[in-house]
């Protein structure tokens, strides 16, 4: 056996040999190990020489393995006397304790893998910061995204039987939706009932897109649903803003609350009654878990980072996604885009929680003849935001298009009225919703609960 290895890095001898050794004795082992380790899990060249051809011969040869068949492979691959010779896979053969124990060992060897894989990430890490080259905060991206992919590579699942699967999922989650504590299973209440039906609220993993043109009211919209997710469903929500202060939209949801017009929050001229409106709207505030993250530059794993940082967040808003920063460098932004809707997917997948997205229509809308209302293919920069997304809802109001029409069509319009366009839905059904837009109170009702503050 070769001793010219790195001991620095922690590794299992026994383990790594008992887990060949019990393949030599059962090939059988092979269906148990594989869903453990790799070749590259072996810190030895020679076992890690060794399990590859084991599984090549799994594969090829109906999962006929012995010390002789092995030793001839490697021999063929030019990689005997790399492996020890016949003489070591023997020892291999003669060393196992027990077979039934060949998990249990893998287990090992995976564990150790991960070890050495963190100190070497760690290494890089190292590296990085200390070449002086580069931007701190894309080197902080790619060490958490670094972390972060070997958590991703430990928690694997296998194929499960689809008897299993309904027997521990399904029926677990249909007794957990009819039981006493259904609504923290359900998805969570968006305000506005028909929304809610169509989608059966926003549910956990889904990644949620919300589209419009510019001025059609999307950070209103976006803000309107932090507000009843966090105020009225009691969830807990961050929204983060790539384009607006924390002040600013605080602004907005304590006028959407109190029923104040928006712009008198910037002019200071609030009557006595006003003031107790917006002060109470405040202290409505006081026990409400939503939070504000008005960071310009962010990217997903920065984003993945502070929600992991909060703990026990229910839901993720983000406005908006032209401005996420890709935390890896792309030939272009097409790419990138593609890149950052992917690894928002993957957040919503990874956490566990739905992750709301607005999303800046392309000029396609405005071209459109007589219809401007947006379409899945309107959406900027990449294909693969509609393909990544779960839900895909549009926000179009007639009244944006005004200047073409003529004043007969004018007194038809009703400034307010604004079409919430589901049009992709993995969840049930598509259509339109219809809504009223508050301008002055920056807030959106459904048609059929529309509250008067005169």
């Excluded at 190292?126 to 894309?138: H, I, L, Q, W």
């Excluded at 304590?254 to 409106?277: N, Y």
């Excluded at 990544?388 to 007194?411: C, H, P, T, W």
Aim: net charge negative; charged share 25%.
């Amino acid at each position: 056996m070769p001793d010219n290895v790195n001991v620095s890095l922690p590794y299992n001898l026994e383990a790594e040999q008992s887990v060949l050794g019990s393949i030599l004795v059962d090939p059988v082992c092979m269906n148990e190990v594989v869903d453990h380790v790799k070749p590259d899990s072996f810190y030895l060249p020679q076992h890690r020489e060794i399990f590859s051809i084991m599984m090549t011969m799994f594969t090829t040869q109906n999962g006929a393995i012995d010390p002789v068949l092995v030793a001839d492979a490697l021999a063929k691959a030019g990689t005997y006397d790399l492996a020890g010779g016949r003489d070591y896979l023997l020892q291999l053969y003669n060393s196992v304790p027990s077979t039934a124990n060949v998990v249990k060992y893998a287990k090992i060897v995976k564990e150790q893998y991960y070890l050495r894989t963190l100190i070497q990430v760690a290494q890089e890490i190292v590296d990085d910061a200390s070449s002086g080259s580069g931007d701190p905060s894309v080197i902080l991206d790619s060490a958490e995204q670094k972390i972060y992919d070997i958590r991703q590579g430990k928690e694997t699942n296998g194929p499960s039987k689809i008897s299993e699967v309904i027997l521990n999922g399904v029926y677990g989650k249909l007794k957990e939706l009819t039981g006493e504590n259904a609504a923290d299973y359900k998805g969570i209440s968006t305000g506005f009932g028909l929304l809610d039906k169509y989608t059966t609220g926003l549910n956990k993993s889904d990644f949620i897109l919300i589209g419009a043109r510019p001025a059609m009211g999307k950070t209103s919209f976006a803000l309107n649903l932090a507000q009843n997710v966090s105020m009225l469903a009691r969830k807990k929500c961050v929204f983060f803003s790539l384009e607006m202060t924390k002040e600013q939209l605080a602004e907005r949801l304590l006028a959407s609350q109190a029923g104040v017009p928006s712009q008198k929050f910037r002019t200071g001229e609030l009557s006595d009654d006003e003031w107790i409106r917006v002060g109470n709207a405040a202290s409505d505030f006081s026990d409400v878990e939503l939070y504000l993250d008005d960071t310009s530059s962010i990217t997903v794993p920065e984003i993945k980072s502070r929600v992991r940082r909060l703990k026990n967040v229910d839901i993720v808003i983000i406005d908006y996604l032209g401005l996420v920063q890709s935390s890896v460098r792309k030939e272009n932004r097409v790419q990138e885009v593609s890149e950052i809707t992917r690894n928002l997917k993957m957040m919503a997948k990874d956490l566990n929680i739905p992750v709301v997205c607005c999303a800046q229509l392309s000029r396609g809308t405005e071209g459109r003849g007589k219809s401007h209302k947006p379409q899945l293919s309107d959406l900027r920069e990449s294909g693969s935001i509609e393909q990544d997304a779960d839900i895909v809802m549009f926000l179009y109001r007639e009244d944006y298009y005004k200047n073409e029409l003529s004043e007969d069509q004018l007194e038809e319009i009703d400034e307010n009225l604004t079409e919430l366009i589901v049009a992709k839905n993995r969840h049930g059904q598509t259509g339109t919703i219809e809504l009223s837009f508050d301008k002055e109170f920056t807030r959106f009702r459904s048609i059929d609960n529309v509250r008067n503050y005169d």
